[in-house]
């Protein structure tokens, strides 16, 4: 990830450490960072903060030559971890928690285009909030896109999740404030409100999200963004915030991504936190943004820069959590997949298209994944990436390709068995 974003950076610090640190020099190897930020989908805004404080720290510096390029790799650890230091934090299971205090639900809102993956983002977050014992019901406002409240139906009932739904072209706020009544009456800990994705160019359709809002007035909203969009993602961030004043974003597919300028320009742009990223197609591939990994992620090694860590907000439900159950699914031995039937890692590398483990500590993470795959209920994957129409996999063909190739690779995982 973020290979575009580590190369301007380094080369940065590389350059600026075989020059004398005047004026006029400093100034040159800065537009060289300045294009080379630009191409990696960096905000304006966030460049000239970046050039501006690297500026400050080195003219006048008496640094040694040899130290030059350690020196400007943390000055641009401790520029870049303050953009993120400014917006704070938003901690999601503390709000909820206030919020059931009051023995009222926490709403939350999703924003964004079409082709995102909002639909699949509140998903995962029904899943984690499920998965820390909250209590959640789903809202089907998105009444304008074909297909949209079948897809969500189907998450919902993979997940075993209350959907409150209308038809096609029923008012969204309308079916939003359904949702609230139902959690009211049923004493649900939050709702999940999914809206059609808008063109952020588009008055009237920004304008049908803010009725939402006003109907609704939700505890929360959130931006979802394709990191893989580039500056057209920051630039849809910086408009629905104008009309929304979204609380957090969640960005997807970042792990595909080679750039990196998608996070820090929306912090930047909308003074918001980056809440989650999503990793992966599955419903446990979205984890919390931490500043300390995207900056490992970005610098390597941080030495002694500056910087605070972000800590990673945890779940704290109010209720007791339950015993985890001692099951076959429970590895109590040095083999990765103890326990797991091998008809069940072949179906799951199969469904997921999972390549041979390199060592064991990929074994063990993939053992893990086989297990929590079994305890959901054995879920078929996603054929889709968070696209723009989130197709599911078709039944029939499952049941054909499982029947064509019962016993193709009975052996795959063979040597990591002790």
């Given at each position: 990830m973020f290979d575009k974003l580590r190369s301007a950076f380094s080369n940065a610090a590389k350059s600026l450490g075989e020059k004398e640190l005047n004026e006029k020099d400093i100034e040159g190897i800065l537009f060289?960072?300045?294009?080379?930020?630009?191409?990696?989908?960096?905000?304006t805004e966030v460049i000239d903060s970046i050039k501006t404080d690297l500026k400050e720290k080195l003219i006048g510096s008496k640094v040694g030559k040899n130290e030059i390029e350690k020196f400007v790799k943390d000055s641009l650890i401790s520029s870049i971890s303050t953009l993120f230091d400014v917006v704070g934090e938003y901690n999601l299971f503390k709000k909820i928690n206030e919020k059931k205090k009051q023995e009222q639900p926490f709403?939350?809102?999703?924003?964004?285009?079409?082709?995102?993956?909002?639909?699949t983002s509140l998903a995962k977050v029904a899943y984690m909030l499920k998965e820390a014992k909250y209590s959640v019901v789903v809202a089907a406002s998105d009444t304008f896109r074909a297909g949209a409240i079948?897809?969500?139906?189907?998450?919902?009932?993979?997940?075993?999740?209350?959907?409150?739904?209308?038809?096609y072209n029923s008012d969204p706020a309308a079916v939003a404030r359904d949702a609230v009544l139902y959690a009211k009456s049923h004493k649900t800990?939050?709702?999940?409100?999914d809206t059609a994705g808008r063109m952020q160019t588009s008055e009237n359709l920004m304008q049908q999200i803010a009725k939402i809002t006003k109907v609704v007035n939700p505890d929360m909203k959130i931006f979802v963004g394709d990191s893989l969009a580039g500056n057209d993602t920051v630039n849809q961030a910086r408009e629905f915030h104008a009309h929304v004043k979204f609380d957090a974003s969640i960005l997807t597919k970042s792990d595909a991504d080679a750039r990196g300028g998608a996070a820090l320009s929306i912090v930047k742009v909308t003074s918001t936190p980056v809440l989650y990223v999503g990793v992966g197609q599955e419903y446990i591939d979205l984890k919390p943004f931490d500043k300390k990994t995207f900056l490992e992620t970005v610098f390597g090694s941080l030495g002694n820069a500056n910087i605070m860590k972000t800590s990673e907000p945890t779940p704290e439900p109010e209720p007791?959590?339950?015993?985890?159950?001692?099951?076959?699914?429970?590895?109590?031995s040095d083999d990765p997949f103890d326990g797991i039937k091998d008809e069940d890692i072949i179906t799951y590398s199969e469904l997921f298209d999972i390549p041979l483990p390199e060592n064991d500590?990929?074994?063990?993470?993939?053992?893990?994944?086989i297990r929590q795959w079994i305890r959901n209920g054995k879920l078929k994957p996603r054929v889709a990436n968070d696209d723009q129409h989130d197709?599911?996999?078709?039944?029939?063909?499952?049941q054909k390709h499982d029947k064509e190739e019962p016993k193709k690779k009975k052996r795959r995982f063979g040597f990591f068995r002790r």
């Open positions: 060289e960072l300045e294009i080379s930020l630009l191409e990696s989908d960096v905000a709403l939350i809102l999703f924003v964004g285009i079409n082709g995102t993956g909002k639909t079948e897809q969500l139906r189907e998450h919902t009932n993979r997940l075993n999740l209350k959907l409150v739904a209308q038809n800990d939050v709702v999940l409100i007791t959590p339950e015993p985890e159950p001692t099951s076959e699914l429970q590895s109590t500590v990929d074994a063990i993470n993939l053992g893990n994944k197709d599911v996999v078709d039944e029939e063909k499952m």
